[in-house]
C-alpha cells in the first residue's frame, strides 16, 4: 500500500504518525492509544491466524479440513533438514516420487513467500537443482503442487466478512498471475461469478478467523478439467494473504485511489476501536 494513502487517512483522522525502519514500520497514536502497522500488517489477525495465512501447506491442510476448495499442497523441506517433522518429506526420491505422480508437470514455491518469487514450473528432471536452490532462498519449506492449467485469477479483499475489492488479473507474457510479474487487473462484472468468489472467501476467512486479508482463487480452463482423472470444482483457493498489498494494483488503476483509500481508512478506524 501507499505510504502517502495511510498518511492522509491518519491526518484526515486525527492519528499521530511516526515512519520508522526506513518506511516499513508505521507508530500510530491517537486518544493516547499506540498502534504498529509493519510491512502491511495491520494489527486486526491473530497472531495464529496470520501465521497460517502465511504458510500456504498450513493454509491448505486446514482449508481441506473444512471441506473449503483449494488446490493440493504437499510439503518440502531441504534436504539436509534431518529433523524429526521433516522425516519422509526431505529426501531427492520424495521429489522424484511426486513429480512422477503428477504427470512430470509440477511446481515448487517457497511455503512462505510473496509476489511470485522463488517460483518454478517444473516439467523436467534437471530443474530440480535451481527449483530447490531459487525456492529455499525464501523460505524454510517449500510447497509442491501439481500444475494447474488456469484460464484466471481472482483477488478478494475482505474486511470483517465484507468483500470491499474483487478484481480478476490476466496473465501477459509471464504464465504466473502476479501483478508485478506483468499481469493484468481486470473487473468482475458478471454478477453470479462475483457472487461464486464472494461465498468462497467468506468461507475461507471464517474459517482461518481472518478479519483483513485478501482470498486468491483461481478458475480451471476447460483443458485441466479434461486432464483431470476426477472432478474438479470450477474455482479453487489458491492463498490467503494476512497482509494485504494493493500496490500494483492501484499503479494499474490510479483511478481507484479513493477505493482504496476508503478500505484502509476503515481498518485504521477499526483498529482504534
Request: overall charge negative; hydrophobic content about 40%; some cysteine.
Amino acid at each position: 500500500m501507499s505510504r502517502q494513502i495511510i498518511l492522509d487517512i491518519c491526518q484526515g483522522e486525527g492519528i499521530n504518525v511516526k515512519v520508522l525502519s526506513r518506511g516499513w514500520l508505521f507508530r500510530l497514536e491517537k486518544d493516547g492509544k499506540i498502534r504498529y502497522m509493519f510491512k502491511n500488517c495491520l494489527p486486526l489477525n491473530s497472531q495464529s491466524s496470520s501465521a497460517i495465512a502465511a504458510d500456504k501447506f498450513a493454509t491448505f491442510e486446514v482449508l481441506r479440513a473444512a471441506g473449503i476448495p483449494i488446490i493440493d499442497h504437499s510439503i518440502l523441506y531441504p534436504l539436509d533438514n534431518h529433523r524429526e517433522f521433516a522425516n519422509g518429506c526431505n529426501t531427492p526420491a520424495y521429489l522424484e516420487r511426486y513429480f512422477e505422480e503428477h504427470q512430470r508437470d509440477i511446481v515448487l514455491k517457497p511455503n512462505h513467500g510473496l509476489g511470485g518469487q522463488g517460483i518454478t514450473h517444473i516439467t523436467s528432471a534437471d530443474q530440480f537443482p535451481a527449483a530447490l536452490e531459487a525456492a529455499f532462498a525464501y523460505s524454510e519449506s517449500a510447497s509442491l503442487c501439481p500444475f494447474y492449467h488456469i484460464s484466471r485469477e481472482y483477488r478478494i479483499v475482505m474486511l470483517d466478512g465484507e468483500a470491499r475489492l474483487v478484481y480478476g488479473k490476466e496473465r501477459s507474457t509471464d504464465w504466473r498471475f502476479n501483478l508485478q510479474n506483468g499481469a493484468v487487473s481486470i473487473d468482475v462484472t458478471d454478477p453470479t461469478l462475483r457472487a461464486k468468489l464472494v461465498m468462497l472467501a467468506k468461507k475461507v476467512v471464517q474459517e482461518l478467523n481472518l478479519r483483513f486479508c485478501s482470498v486468491d482463487v483461481i478458475e480451471l480452463d476447460s483443458s485441466h478439467h479434461h486432464a483431470s482423472s476426477s472432478d474438479q470444482p470450477e474455482l479453487l483457493t489458491i492463498e490467503v494473504n494476512s497482509t494485504v498489498s494493493t500496490s500494483h494494483y492501484l499503479e494499474q488503476h490510479p483511478d481507484r485511489a479513493s477505493l482504496v483509500r476508503d478500505i484502509y481508512r476503515d481498518v485504521i478506524r477499526k483498529i482504534f476501536t
